[in-house]
Each structure stands twice: as structure tokens, then as C-alpha cells.
């Protein structure tokens, strides 16, 4: 791999905002921590939204995106951007801003490279108009990266023309930096009163919230566990009845979207998840390498790649709310177990995901579509 460049690489990052989910929290980690000898890094957000942290020398564009009818002016502005400041590579994190990459190319006179990160399950999560886009903007593309293994080989059956640039490669996971946000036990409530399961992500159809109190519902028939809810979205009246409905009251906390998830991860006793499709779910991740053994659906796709089942974690079909319940009651009522499968599930998180072990391999993936390495 090359260490030492006459110039640093000029990369242009392109995401939705610098707040919110996996993919926002990406961009920040790696604007962070990519060597500064290798990389000189500008962020442009469509939303110009930004809440997790960048180095101070990293310029921000805000393309200033408010819906569909400014999409000709975004896409136009992020033209304007690749024209003025000429990266030497250009690297989107999301479908959405793939598909803003794949405009702004064609009217932008600068070519550079492009690495377009793929996210989600392309056959499960396209909107039509953005697979047309999708599809028309992709070849433009020096790779298409996939965050597990398993999408990759999905991202290639759905692009077949393109198979060979597609690659997987994870998120770099700044353990040290969870690790110490864990300790900050001001940010969150006291610890409830038996165990507790914690679900992190947004109140939506592919996570699946109302089957995480299904879930929890269930397990009550056996054990005495509590559930708290890390996020926000569209479906938190449907949660909030739920809730109602299966005589959850008082168990379930409903805490919104939460700056800092990892100090509840550090005082919950499992994490639980409950989509049915992913890329490579980072509350997963991030939460096994913090000790939680995972109650989670073989979704596709990612969480098999995280979760060794029986080791660190029980893995259930999606969908499937009883399968999820008999699980965290299975791991309640076996500490020995529980406590068995949190040592295994840091030591393999962090193994498998850490920043010192990823980021060297971004950097290669990036020095080589840029023609550097």
C-alpha cells in the first residue's frame, strides 16, 4: 500500500446530512480518520444538517437540498462543486446520494473517479425512480462498495455490467471513541429495574419496531424484561399504540432519537434488532463490540456476518416476533449464557470491525480508484 504521496488526495464526500444514521455517522468517522498525508477531504450535504463531529480544516458544502422541487438546483450546485474545487475522487455513502453523484457528473466538465457506497438491500430498498437513476448513474462508477459480503453478491446479480467493480467492505467502528461516550452516564436515565433490551434506529417499515414489542411481549410471559427504543420516525403514533395495545405500558421507553446510544448500550443487557433488510447494521456492531449479546433477524443482509449464532448472539428468521421473544427470554433466564456470549461478542466485534483494521483497507480501495495506489 502506498504511505507517502507528493499531494494528498483532494476527496469530495457526498452525504445526505452529518447527523443522524450509519451512513452520516460514516462519512463523519472517516473524514476523522483518514490520514491527512494520504487525503485532503470537503464534505457536501444535501441537507445542511450537522451534528457529529469533522476535523476544523475539512471544508463543508451545503447543497442545499428541500425536496423534490430543488433537486435541479442541488444537483446543479454539487456540479458547481466538483467543477470548482476538482477532486481528485469523488464518494458518496447512500442511494440518494449516489443518485446525486450520477447527475452532478454528467453536467460537472471535471471527471474524477467515483466510489458509490451501497448501503441497502438494492432489491429490497430502491424506490422505482431511484433505480432508474440508479442504473443509469452506476456505470459512471470506478467501484460500487457494499458493507457486507452478501450484498456485494446481491449489488452484482443486481447489476450483472458492472459485477467486477463490486466490493464489500465494512465500516470502520471507532471503538475507543464508544468506549468513551459509554462511560458519559449523565447523557441518559438511571438503569430500569430487571433486564433490559435495547432497539436503536428509525421508526420504520424495514426496522420493524411494532415486532420488537411483539417481541418483548412475548418474552414477559416468562421473564421480567424491559425494552428501550433509540430513535425516531414515522411510525412512533403506530408505536406509541401499540405499546397500549399489548399492555406495555411502563415497560417500553419510547426515548426519541438519542445523541448517545452507547451509554444506554452500556447499561442495557442485550441488543435487539428486528429489521428485515440492512447493509451491515452499525447499532449491531456497535453494541456487540460493547459486550451485548444480540436478539436479531437474519435479515438481509449483514447481521450473520456480525452475530456468530449460539456465540454471540441468537439469530431468528425475519418476521418473526414469538422466535424473537423466546430468545430474550432464553437469555434472561440463563446469566451464565448471557454473560458467556458478551466476552465472545466483543472479542469478535472488534476483530472483525475495528478502525485500526478497516481504515487501512478504505485508504488502499481509495488510493487505487483514484489512480494513486
Known amino acids: ?23 452520516e455517522r460514516f462519512a463523519s468517522a472517516l473524514a476523522t480518520n483518514l490520514d491527512s498525508a494520504l487525503f485532503t477531504v ?25 425536496g423534490l422541487a430543488s433537486l435541479p438546483r442541488t444537483i446543479g450546485k454539487l456540479a458547481a462543486v466538483i467543477d470548482e474545487w476538482r477532486p ?20 460537472s466538465s471535471h471527471q474524477p473517479p467515483w466510489v458509490a457506497r451501497v448501503g441497502n438491500a438494492p432489491e429490497l430498498s430502491e424506490p422505482r425512480l431511484q433505480r432508474w437513476w440508479a442504473r443509469k448513474s452506476y456505470p459512471r462508477a470506478a467501484l460500487l462498495v457494499s458493507n457486507s459480503e452478501r450484498m456485494r453478491d446481491a449489488v452484482a446479480a443486481h447489476y450483472p455490467a458492472l459485477a467486477e467493480r463490486c466490493v464489500s467492505l465494512a465500516t470502520p467502528t471507532d471503538f475507543a471513541r464508544i ?45 421480567d424484561l424491559r ?69 436479531s433477524t437474519a435479515c438481509p443482509y449483514g447481521p450473520d456476518e456480525i452475530v456468530a449464532q449460539g456465540e454471540t448472539g441468537i439469530l431468528v428468521a425475519p418476521g418473526d416476533g414469538t422466535a424473537a421473544g423466546e430468545a430474550l427470554a432464553r437469555l434472561t433466564e440463563d446469566p451464565p449464557l448471557t454473560a458467556k456470549m458478551g466476552v465472545a461478542a466483543r472479542r469478535r466485534a472488534r476483530r472483525l470491525f475495528a478502525l485500526e483494521r478497516l481504515l487501512p483497507l478504505w485508504q488502499a480501495r481509495l488510493l487505487a480508484a483514484a489512480g494513486r495506489g
Open 1 to 23: 500500500m502506498v504511505t507517502t504521496l507528493d499531494s494528498p488526495i483532494r476527496l469530495l464526500l457526498v452525504t445526505h446530512s452529518l447527523s443522524g444514521g450509519g451512513a
Open 42 to 66: 470537503a464534505i457536501a450535504t444535501a441537507i445542511d444538517r450537522v451534528s457529529y463531529s469533522v476535523p476544523p480544516e475539512t471544508t463543508l458544502f451545503a447543497l442545499g437540498f428541500r
Open 88 to 107: 481528485d475522487l469523488v464518494l458518496s455513502n447512500v442511494l440518494s446520494t449516489n443518485c446525486l453523484v450520477g447527475a452532478a457528473l454528467r453536467r
Open 179 to 223: 468506549d468513551r461516550l459509554a462511560g458519559e452516564e449523565a447523557t441518559v436515565r438511571r438503569p430500569l429495574e430487571g433486564a433490559t433490551a435495547l432497539w436503536v434506529g428509525r421508526l420504520s417499515r424495514q426496522k420493524r419496531p411494532e415486532l420488537a414489542l411483539a417481541a418483548v411481549a412475548q418474552a414477559r410471559k416468562r421473564v
Open 227 to 295: 425494552l428501550r427504543i433509540c430513535g425516531e420516525g414515522a411510525l412512533r403514533g403506530k408505536v406509541e399504540r401499540e405499546i397500549g395495545r399489548l399492555g406495555l405500558t411502563g415497560v417500553v421507553e419510547l426515548l426519541g432519537f438519542c445523541d448517545n446510544p452507547f451509554a444506554l448500550m452500556a447499561q442495557a443487557d442485550y441488543i435487539l434488532m428486528t429489521s428485515d433488510y440492512e447493509g451491515l447494521p452499525n447499532a449491531l456492531i456497535e453494541a456487540q463490540g460493547l459486550g451485548l449479546p444480540a436478539v
